[in-house]
């Protein structure tokens, strides 16, 4: 691979991708908005860009073979905020990724495409769209957009709806927990399959409580090695009897099924920033 690029280069998730992609391939450009990413690792160069500029996304993805896409505004919020980021932003890197003639987009969907499922589906790669939230909307946007490319344009996208990439610190996670070392082999294994079409993989962990199925993408190779239940005594333990008629309880999408739509729902969920620093 000569060249690969990561958006949302200097957030969570992207501080864990960076080492690991910029080993398979002579280049990784790393992009984000913010100013910069740290120490860069041998082969990485950074280039800082919008997602909503289709001029700055075309500069960014010129010569790639593929685009690792994580970058977005990362919570719910007014239609408006997430306009730029997440929807333009997502059309950008699909144009810019066909005009350069890239091979495939590897994209951070959510399980917010699909939050308003309640927990007791086991539900497949294969639902219909169901979102919780104006972001899950974006990440059902971006789904379409990935299938349409794929139709129309031959270029292939593989859609990785993480449940949750963060310290396991609520009983909700231990269905949804997504480990870093889990969330680098499926990413790599996006990469390295050598045929994808127009595919969708749920990011999770082999956690007991695991409530969707990977079944229908097996041949992406993805085994996850980690499990959440190693936490569920002492997590169990500091959770109070939860309310099943509370959609933030009762649905995939956790919070965001309760939240009004618009609202940011981040800040109320604890989450660790344990970001890797370079
Ligand atoms: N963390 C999770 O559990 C989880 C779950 C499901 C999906 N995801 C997806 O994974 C991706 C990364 O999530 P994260 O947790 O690392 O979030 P994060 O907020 O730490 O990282 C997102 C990055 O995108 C960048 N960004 C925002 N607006 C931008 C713009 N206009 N132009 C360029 N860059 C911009 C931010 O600066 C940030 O560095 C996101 O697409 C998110 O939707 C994450």
Request: hydrophobic content about 40%.
């Amino acid at each position: 691979m000569k060249k690969l690029v990561l958006t949302g280069a200097a957030g969570r998730l992207g501080s864990y991708l960076r080492e690991p992609l910029s080993k398979m391939c002579d280049t990784l450009v790393s992009t984000d908005i913010a100013d910069d990413i740290g120490t860069l690792y041998q082969g990485e160069t950074y280039i800082k860009g919008d997602l909503a500029s289709l001029d700055d996304m075309m500069k960014v993805c010129e010569g790639a073979d593929m685009i690792v896409h994580f970058g977005a505004f990362v919570d719910e919020g007014p239609f408006e905020q997430l306009l730029g980021p997440n929807f333009i932003g997502a059309y950008n890197i699909w144009e810019a990724a066909h005009r350069h003639g890239a091979r495939r987009v590897v994209y951070a969907s959510s399980i917010h495409a699909v939050g308003m499922y309640p927990k007791n589906e086991f539900i497949g790669t294969d639902v219909p769209h169901r979102p919780d939230t104006f972001y899950g909307l974006a990440k059902c946007f971006a789904e379409d957009l990935g299938r349409m490319y794929w139709e129309k344009r031959g270029l292939e996208s593989v859609h990785m709806r993480i449940l949750s990439c963060a310290q396991v610190n609520n009983a909700r996670a231990l269905g949804s927990w997504l480990s870093y070392d889990d969330l680098i082999q499926l990413v790599t294994r996006c990469i390295e399959t050598p045929v994808t079409g127009f595919s969708v993989i749920y990011g999770v962990s082999d956690n007991d409580r695991v409530p969707v199925d990977n079944a229908k993408a097996s041949f992406i190779g993805y085994r996850p090695k980690d499990n959440a239940e190693e936490f569920a005594a002492q997590v169990l333990a500091e959770t109070d009897p939860l309310d099943p008629k509370d959609p933030g309880h009762m649905c995939h999408g956790g919070p965001f099924a309760a939240v009004q739509l618009g609202n940011l729902v981040m800040a109320d969920m604890n989450v660790v920033d344990d970001r890797k620093k370079t």
